[in-house]
């Protein structure tokens, strides 16, 4: 009997254990169930949430050009109040993280001119709400102005303007012409010609008759100042090759000395007298660019007409001969009407001692 009683005792508390851990599970999967339904509950409960959103004007592609309407201060930035579900609500402020842009044909209408435009509304229209069930119950700013204006194109011709003050002259403009395009009001008031400007350190060191070749500028066009939006210029760029021009000035000398060369071999033997009338060449006209024909008028470039004698000359006794004027550096040149030279011409042993000529420096007659 004291076994049997034993054993039942046993049983009794076994099935004790076994009844206290089946009500713990129980327990656990009802908590569980409990919070992931009141999670669940949550999420779906309708909430309301505010946003800073970026919100931008889609330029417009080749067809039209958008921009804020004049006098719109807007920065682009609306603060946005939304209701929806919480996990909803979480979605759109992760669609719309990156911001939003209005586009034309979407969120904005297609007709031209001056449009408002209710900013919960256009918004509402973007793919972040698409069946997310979250609304805009409200938006600051509330509405906007923009301006949207059909895009027309025109050809242009491309002018250069060069240094003030320069010799240079643009000898290609490549290409001569650009494609200006921009909205129809703004075009209808581009000038006739789109420009393009030399920078001084391009010419500075260049001289008379260098060349900068094929220089690549960017083009400007002109637009009454406020009124310029939405303009392209196509190329942006354009080359240009430029030259700085040989300005050529004439100065005309009213003597230049006359002086008499031959052989030194002949020195001794001959006496040189010139004409008195013609030891100087009358009226000679100096030719070049501006600064070097200033270096002969200063005298910084010296000028000397020559009477060469030659040994055949010299024994004939020559009594007339042309001068010559010497080449002149820098790309300068001279010349005269008269450049007859007369002489006289006597050899030393016929008149004894020291005869008295014209002549000077190296291999002239004295």
Known sequence: MTRRRDSKAKDGRGSARGGSSLTLRTLGVVTVVSVFTWLLAESQTVQRRTLTLEVRLDPGGEQRAIRMASGESWDGLVELTLDGAAANLEGVRRALRGGVTLTAGEELSVEPGVQGVDLADALLLDPAFAGSGVLISEASPPRVEVELRPVLERLVPVSVELPEGSQAEATVVDPAA???????????????????????????????????????????????????????????????????????????????????????????????????????????????????VARVTSGDIPLVAVVRLSFEELERGVTVKEAELPRLPGGLSAEADDLTVGLTVRRRADIGGDGAGVGGGPGGGG
């Open 178 to 292: 650009v494609l200006v395009r921009g909205p129809e009001p703004v075009l209808k008031q581009v000038g006739e010609a789109a420009m393009v400007r030399v920078p001084g350190a391009i010419v500075s060191d260049l001289l008379p008759g260098q060349s900068a070749e094929r220089v690549s500028l960017g083009v400007d066009v002109a637009v009454p100042e406020g009124v310029a939006w939405g303009l392209r210029v196509l190329p942006e760029r354009v080359s240009v090759s430029v030259t700085v021009r040989n300005r050529l000035d004439t100065e005309v000398l009213a003597r230049v000395p006359v002086q008499v060369l031959m052989a030194p071999s002949e020195l001794d033997r001959w006496v040189i007298a010139v004409s008195p009338e013609d030891r100087d060449i009358r009226d000679v006209r100096v030719t070049g660019p501006a600064a070097q």
